[in-house]
Structures are given as C-alpha cells and as structure tokens.
C-alpha cells in the first residue's frame, strides 16, 4: 500500500512569507502527527490530528497552524516565516483506531528553507 | 509528562562487532517504546516496538531491544553491525495515556569497514 505522501518535497521561502505544507496519510489511518526537525533541536513535535480533531499540541507559537480533512489528509501552515523556521517538516500517520501502541510512519519530509 | 534521553550523540563501531544505542526514559504511566531510524534526506523508519510481554523485542534488520523497567532503559542492540545500519537513531516514548511520543535527541551510529 502507499506510505505517507508529503508534498512539496521541497520549498524556499522569504521571511514574513506564509506557506502551507500538505501530508497523505496510509489509506485507512486516522491520526497524522506534524513534527519539525533541525540540527539542533532534533526531532519537536508539533500537533497530532485525530478524526479532524486536533488531540494534541507541542510547544510551537501560534504562527505554526494545521487542519486535518475529513479524507485524513493534513495541512500544516506556517505564516509569518523566520529564518529558525527552516527545518526539516515530517508528518507521520498511525492506525485505525484510538490507541499509542502503533507505530508511526513517517513521509519523507519536506524540506523547508527560509531566507 | 514524558521525556527520553539518548545520552551518545555518536557511537562508533567496527563492522562485525556488536553494537549498542542507549535510551532511557520517563513515563508516569506503562511506557510504550519504540525505535526509529533515519537515513540521509529521508523520514523515519521503524525498527521495533516494545508494548508488553517479553522484555526482549527483536525488529527488523536483525535489530532487537531490552525492556529493563527497573532502569527505565530501552537499549537497542545488534549482535553484528553491518556498514548498512549507519544512520541516525532515535528513541521515543508514549504513555498509556498520550497520544503522542516524545523523541530522544538521536544518536548518529557509525559503523566502519
């Protein structure tokens, strides 16, 4: 079956700029999870969607925003951008139901870069 | 709240000899545990997980994990490391209760010809 699809793979932006981020989820899984990735920061989550629902949230200003639809697929949006705002995005999708003790799996990322 | 710390930003090892990624972690619930790793330019991949039963959890690779509760550790292991396995390792944690994990810092293993 088809993994986490994230697209675009990557993107340059100038600060101030918005820019949105899109995540499709494995057929059939219900929670996509947003994290961003930097060399010195490691791996910082930022929100989990469930059922459209947000169910969790990291601690991210409220610049970072997203939405899930009802197919399961994830929007992730940044406005405002800063130069700290470049990072590696992944999104990672889990399961069918209400429960921790899936795996995730992880798209390859969009590489975002502001400048 | 959760936390996972992966205390070796780096670990070197000889290709052939036994390999060993530190994790311990923090959890006010029944731990859920799990493995990731990454290659260059890539997302994360799944190794292994640890939910209950046997202490001892073996994944893919030939990569396996000990559940040690008493030291709050889950260490990954490999009897033989292949130069293949170079890449970056992370560790994460959930609780029963959380929907989301928390991720160590990562530990870059390099394994040499």
């Known amino acids: 079956k088809a993994g986490v699809t994230q697209t675009p793979r990557y993107l340059i932006k100038t600060r101030g700029q918005q820019v949105t981020l899109s995540c499709s989820p494995i057929?059939?899984?219900?929670?996509v999870s947003w994290y961003q990735q930097t060399p010195g920061q490691g791996l910082q989550f930022l929100f989990e969607?469930?059922?459209?629902?947000?169910?969790n949230k990291g601690n991210f200003p409220g610049r970072f925003s997203g939405r899930q639809f009802s197919n399961s697929r994830s929007e992730m949006n940044v406005s405002t951008l800063e130069l700290g705002d470049s990072a590696l995005y992944l999104c990672?999708?889990?399961?069918?139901?209400?429960?921790?003790?899936?795996?995730?799996?992880f798209g390859q990322g969009t590489r975002l870069t502001v400048v | 709240a959760q936390s996972v710390a992966q205390p070796e930003d780096q670990v070197n090892v000889a290709e052939g000899n036994p390999l060993t990624v530190k994790c311990t972690y923090s959890v006010s619930g029944n731990p859920y545990l799990f493995w990731y790793v990454q290659y260059p330019n890539r997302g994360l991949q799944f190794l292994l997980k640890y939910i209950t039963g046997d202490n001892l959890v073996k994944g893919s690779y030939g990569f396996e994990a000990e559940f040690n509760k008493s030291q709050t550790s889950f260490h990954l292991k490999k009897p033989s490391a292949l130069v293949s396995d170079s890449a970056l390792y992370f560790c994460?944690?959930?609780?029963?209760?959380?929907?989301?994990?928390?991720f160590g810092d990562g530990t870059t293993l390099t394994v040499k010809p």
């Open positions: 969607y469930f059922s459209e629902t947000q169910r």
């Open positions: 990672a999708s889990e399961g069918t139901g209400h429960s921790p003790t899936g795996e995730a799996f």
């Open positions: 994460a944690v959930r609780d029963t209760n959380a929907g989301k994990s928390t």
């Open positions: 057929s059939g899984h219900r929670s």
